[in-house]
């Protein structure tokens, strides 16, 4: 039981992927398009899973890297249908973050401030068939920089074992990265994100653990859209946009095989509440829905300053957005 005192680094905000909502309509040889408005690509959706409620019991600096890859292979509507204009979609997107982790030491209470960074590297593969419009990407760029100070509370004691630990955050996510307005899918959000969450562990029985992580989402006016096509709202310019709030939940259980090595199911479910919004006015039908799960596991050095996950997911339920038949996590954290 002493790897659960000394252990599982936090792993705030990932980079998620491109979400899209677009409405595309032929009217004779010419194609209109509203402006791209989605979701913060910095979201944490699927990138927390296993004993997020727990950051360590020491303080200091902790190094985490990530490596995910997603293939979306198919454009929902917002009825979770294939989008109709659209031959043989595909968004493959690499992302590399490099984070850095500094927890203060605890007060009288056993409470902990910290604050975490995180930078990632993203790189675009679009390709569409023949028929119908295509959309294009920028690349490889470094995406936007999240930041986010949290509080890690002190974990609830039972017989001299933590069953319970938790912890209040909350991610900004900074309009820092590669951005073209030219192209429908880029690195940055160009807007500025506020992201309030809260992690927990449970350990309910020997061996067993669940863990969660609930988001709240807010985002600001991008007051410069981006998009490959013309934009054309109500027969005028495109001034501002605005994605939607949301909210989305990071979910996981696992069972100790044996002493250091974890193997469980991890998910993520995501719930745009409220439309997105085109120079102040509702964009009807535009709100965002996707469910992941998947097996994982996960791994804890003997000295407990080396931690790996491994996250994998399959998406259902999805509307507004590409849907990835599989999403792949690599995750390492350093204590130092």
């Known amino acids: 039981m002493r790897e659960y005192k000394n252990n599982f680094i936090k792993a705030d905000a990932l980079f998620s992927k491109t979400l899209l909502s677009l409405a595309v309509v032929y009217s004779a040889n010419t194609l209109s398009v509203t402006p791209t408005v989605s979701l913060p690509k910095g979201t944490s959706i699927g990138s927390t899973s296993f004993f997020d409620g727990f950051s360590g019991d020491s303080s200091g600096l902790t190094y985490l890297l990530y490596i995910q890859r ?20 595909n968004l493959d997107v690499t992302i590399a973050i490099n984070q850095i982790d ?14 975490t960074a995180l930078l990632p590297v993203v790189s675009f593969d679009a ?4 028929n119908g419009p295509t959309l294009y990407d920028n690349g490889t760029e470094l995406g936007d920089l999240t930041i986010s100070p949290y509080l890690q509370f002190s974990p609830v004691i039972k017989d001299g074992h933590p069953i319970f630990s938790h912890r209040a955050a909350v991610d900004v996510i900074l309009p820092t990265g590669g951005y073209d307005a030219d192209k429908d899918f880029n690195q ?13 562990t449970i350990l309910p029985a020997p061996r067993v653990e669940v863990s969660g992580r609930i988001n709240y989402v807010y985002n600001f006016e991008n007051s410069e859209p981006a998009g490959s096509s013309p934009m054309d709202w109500n027969g005028g310019a495109v001034s501002d946009t605005q994605a939607g709030q949301a909210f989305y939940m990071n979910f996981a259980t696992s069972y100790e095989i044996f002493p250091g ?4 199911l991890n998910g993520y479910y995501l719930k745009q509440l409220t439309d997105d919004k085109v120079n102040g006015d509702t964009l009807a039908d535009s709100k965002e829905e996707v469910l992941g799960v998947g097996p994982g596991v996960f791994w804890s050095s003997k000295d407990q ?3 790996v996950w491994v996250n994998t997911y399959s998406e259902s339920m999805v509307e507004n957005r590409f849907r990835n038949e599989l999403k ?9």
């Open 70 to 89: 997603e293939n979306g292979t198919s454009l929902k509507d917002n009825e979770g249908k294939n989008a109709a204009p659209f031959d043989s979609p």
């Open 102 to 115: 500094y927890k203060f030491e605890p007060n009288e209470s056993g409470n902990s401030f910290g604050i």
């Open 127 to 130: 390709t569409f068939g023949s």
């Open 188 to 200: 940055s959000n160009n807007y500025v994100t506020l992201i309030p969450n809260w992690s927990f």
């Open 261 to 264: 090595l974890r193997a469980g």
């Open 305 to 307: 300053n080396t931690n």
């Open 328 to 336: 792949l996590q690599f995750r390492i954290a350093q204590k130092f």
